[in-house]
């Protein structure tokens, strides 16, 4: 079935770049999307790309699709404090592309 | 606010008790789910509604049954809670057709089972 495969943890320092990791196993998904979930939250949708695409770009993120390896990532851009918190990863669950399946979550700690 | 509204926000039942968590949109979607998350686990899908009169399983469905009661409501009923159902439950509904808008979430139940 589908899966949604991410690391857990990231930590970076104020300023630098992030990087999450991301790979699925449904090439049918339309949409690919990262969530973000800061702590006693819900999840937010953070930005999200179309399967046709290779890179999207949102002030300070980017998200590369590379769809022969299933293979997409986020990039945080000047990382701050206030984006510390669990990335969620994910595709569509059903063909009609309505329900998903979401990665384990990457947590993101950044230091000053 | 509009949004997802989700009812209790805390519950602790013992094993064999039942309860109904209630969510409730008011942003007109058509799709509605509901999902559990688990430490190290993420979230995954127990049960979702693509528009009003359907349901379909998830990825995780055994011990749970829902109700799409109308447009709006959305419920998740534990006939007979066992500790492993001890999670945060979240529902969230989305616009069919406007899949790039995502879904919107509510703040979660959290529930414990002793």
């Known amino acids: 079935g589908e899966d949604v495969e991410q690391s857990l943890f990231l930590s970076v320092r104020e300023g630098d770049s992030s990087v999450i990791n991301c790979t699925y196993t449904?090439?049918?998904?339309?949409?690919l999307y990262w969530y973000k979930q800061e702590p006693g939250a819900g999840l937010q949708l953070l930005t999200y790309i179309f399967s046709n695409m290779d890179m999207k770009q949102d002030q300070r993120l980017t998200v590369l699709l590379n769809k022969k390896d299933k293979h997409l990532s986020l990039r945080i851009a000047d990382t701050q404090t206030g984006d510390s918190a669990i990335y969620f990863c994910a595709e569509s669950f059903n063909q009609a592309g309505t329900a998903l399946i979401f990665g384990k979550g990457t947590t993101l700690s950044v230091s000053s | 606010n509009a949004g997802v509204t989700q009812t209790p926000k805390f519950q602790v039942l013992k094993t064999g008790q039942s309860m109904t968590l209630q969510c409730a949109q008011d942003m007109n979607h058509n799709s509605m789910y509901w999902y559990r998350q688990d430490p190290g686990m993420g979230l995954r899908l127990i049960y979702y509604s693509a528009s009003e009169g359907t349901t379909d399983k998830g990825e995780v469905p055994n011990g749970y049954n829902v109700s799409r009661l109308n447009k709006r409501e959305f419920s998740l009923r534990l006939e007979s809670a066992a500790p492993s159902q001890t999670s945060v439950y979240f529902c969230?509904?989305?616009?069919?057709?406007?899949?790039?808008?995502?879904?919107?979430f509510g703040s979660g139940t959290r529930l414990t089972v002793v």
């Open positions: 449904d090439s049918s998904s339309t949409y």
């Open positions: 969230a509904s989305s616009e069919a057709g406007r899949e790039n808008y995502g879904y919107t």
